[in-house]
Each structure stands twice: as C-alpha cells, then as structure tokens.
C-alpha cells in the first residue's frame, strides 16, 4: 500500500519548491520529518524519487513519471474528503441555486443574510437566468434548485409558492397616465409597451394573460434588462410593465407607478425542484431561509 495521504503532499510540495527547507516551512513540519517521510514513500515505492545535491532537490525519472499521476491522487483524495465532511456537517455544503434576476438581486439575498448568520461556512452559488434556461437548468441537474415563477405545469418539477408577485404600470411624471392611480388590463392594448424580452417571466406572463383576456399586447420596445426597460420609461417613450419585486429597491422616483385591475396581472414565486430527487441539507437550509424572506416582505 502507498504512503499516508501526508507523505504523498509531502512528495508534491518538495517536487514543486525543489527545496526541503522551504516545503517543510510550507506544510509546518521539521526538515527531519518530512525526510522520514520521504524515506518512508520511496520504502513503499520501492524506488528513488529525488536526486539530491547541496543546492537543489530534483525529481529522478521516475519521480517525473509518478508527480502527475500522485497529484491526481491526492486532489481526488481531498475532494473525496471534502465531500464528506459536507455530507454529515450540516454547518458546511455548497448550494447552487438558479433564480430569475429580479429574485437574484432582491428576495435571495435577503434569504442568504437569514442563512449565513447561523451557517456562514455554507458556500452559495447562484446563476441568475431567464425564465426559460431556469426550468432546463433544474430538469437537467445543473443546479439544486430554482427560484421562479412557472407559467405552465411541468410534470418534472416539485413546486411550493413562496410570493405573489404584483405587476403595476409605470410612466414618465408629464405622461398622458401620470394622474391615473390604476388602470384596466385592456387600457394596457392602447398606448407603445416597454416590454422584457420574450424569454423573461414577466413577459410569458404577460402574453399568457393577453391570450386568457383575448386582448393584444404588442411590444414597441424590448430589452433584456430591466434597468433599460425604466429608463426608457422614464424617457416617455411608452408604459413600462414589470413586477413589484423587480422595481423594489430600484431608483424609480424619476417613474410614477399604476396599479393593474380587472383583472389584476401578477406571478407567483416560489421553489422549484426536480421531482424525486432529495436536496442537501444546505439547500434544505436555504430554502428555510428563503421561505422566512418571503413572509417578512
């Protein structure tokens, strides 16, 4: 059997620094242990690895054909380690979650401020995204969860609501709606519509309930960004459209904001996971921590 996992860090780190004094500063060993360790390696071995003068320490050839193949070794057995460690410790784990932009940059990081006050070594790995690569990211594994707003069914995905998500006008202060407190879904076929892009779950949402209510709402403009879609609001070029938790935060003094009714146009967000499949006990964690955001706001 090959050395202990320390014998074989000691082999890298004088393989890499050519130099026993420096590796063994480097690991926090005495320059005696770590050639014990060494002695050790090459006994298991059965073969030289270094050649060694005054000056410098270098690898033998056979040192050279075994460095790439240990270093594989030793990174394997560190993430094998690593993992786990984070499997029984609930205070440790990385959580990879994707969420609509409007959720990353408001509800989330509400939810992570809860989690890493009682489990700051919980690593967090977020993918903001549309609405449509969201859905595929979960189908398809690449993320523990998501956070978004489903406009269809999908048998794949688990999903539990978090919020209701209210969708309001806005306008320029001196545009023609500025007095008006709310206005009729219909009012919204008649002026230009500053819109996000076809693949945001704003949008869906709104084409969604323009096909329920038979109405057409066409866009005048598009942008991916919502920082975009305001300003251009702000500009008076046309009625932007967006979400309650997307303008939270957000400078919209330059913007007067109108309620939608008869029918009122909101989403729902909340948790989507991929059916069958059990999470980690950090993802469990923040998803408690999300749900503890949610009935705060």
Not at 93 to 110: C, I, N, Y
């Amino acid at each position: 059997m090959l050395g202990d996992l320390k014998q074989l860090r000691a082999f890298l780190a004088i393989a890499r620094l050519g130099n026993f004094t420096r590796a063994a500063y480097e690991l926090h060993i005495s320059q005696s242990a770590l050639t014990i360790q060494i002695q050790q390696l090459e006994k298991h071995l059965r073969t030289e690895l270094f050649d060694r003068n005054r000056r410098s320490v270098t690898l033998t050839p056979h040192g050279q054909e075994l460095f790439p193949r240990i270093e594989r070794l030793v990174a394997e057995i560190e993430d094998l380690v690593t993992h786990a460690r984070e499997a029984t410790d609930p205070d440790r784990g990385t959580v990879t979650v994707a969420a609509l932009p409007s959720v990353a940059a408001g509800l989330l990081p509400r939810a992570i401020h809860r989690l890493n006050r009682d489990y700051p070594r919980i690593t967090l790995r977020i993918r903001d995204t549309v609405a449509a690569r969201l859905t595929y990211m979960i189908r398809n594994g690449e993320v523990d969860f998501g956070v978004g707003s489903p406009v269809k069914r999908d048998p794949e995905l688990v999903w539990e609501k978090l919020m209701t998500d209210r969708f309001c006008a806005f306008v320029a202060p001196d545009y023609p709606w500025t007095k008006r407190n709310s206005v009729k879904f219909k009012d919204l076929a008649g002026p230009p519509l500053i819109l996000p892009v076809r693949e945001s779950s704003i949008r869906m949402h709104i084409e969604a309930a323009a096909d329920k209510n038979k109405i057409s709402l066409p866009a005048a403009y598009e942008a991916v960004y919502n920082s975009t879609i305001t300003a251009m609001a702000a500009q008076g070029l046309g009625v932007a459209i967006l979400s309650e938790l997307v303008v939270r935060g957000d400078d919209t003094t330059r913007l007067r904001r109108i309620a939608i009714e008869d029918p009122p146009l909101y989403r729902y967000i909340g948790i989507l996971r991929r059916a069958g499949r059990s999470l980690s006990r950090p993802a469990e964690l923040l998803i408690g921590a999300l749900r503890e955001a949610a009935s705060a706001d």
